[in-house]
């Protein structure tokens, strides 16, 4: 039983991880994509809308560990 122990310190411990990954696989930065309020695959995806429009609190919470959009959120596609 381990609650509500993981609130301290560095919430997202595998920043730098995303951001490498991120950087490989979408051509952009998350930390820059979410400095800039926008999708981390929108230069991967420019056709697409990327909606920063999110439907509640999880998917603001994916896009600040990811990077992704809601749309991105939404979509599976690769
Ligand atoms: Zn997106």
């Given at each position: 039983?381990?609650?509500?122990?993981?609130?301290?310190?560095?919430?997202?411990?595998?920043?730098?991880?995303?951001?490498?990954?991120?950087?490989?696989?979408?051509?952009?930065?998350?930390?820059?994509?979410?400095?800039?309020?926008?999708?981390?695959?929108?230069?991967?995806?420019?056709?697409?809308?990327?909606?920063?429009?999110?439907?509640?609190?999880?998917?603001?919470?994916e896009?600040?560990?990811?990077?992704?959009?809601?749309?991105?959120?939404?979509?599976?596609?690769?």
């Amino acid at each position: 039983m381990t609650n509500g122990s993981v609130k301290s310190g560095d919430k997202y411990p595998n920043r730098l991880y995303y951001d490498n990954e991120s950087l490989a696989m979408f051509g952009r930065s998350r930390t820059l994509a979410i400095m800039s309020s926008t999708c981390v695959r929108q230069l991967q995806h420019p056709d697409k809308r990327h909606s920063m429009r999110f439907t509640d609190a999880d998917s603001i919470n994916e896009y600040r560990i990811t990077g992704f959009c809601q749309t991105c959120q939404d979509t599976p596609y690769g």
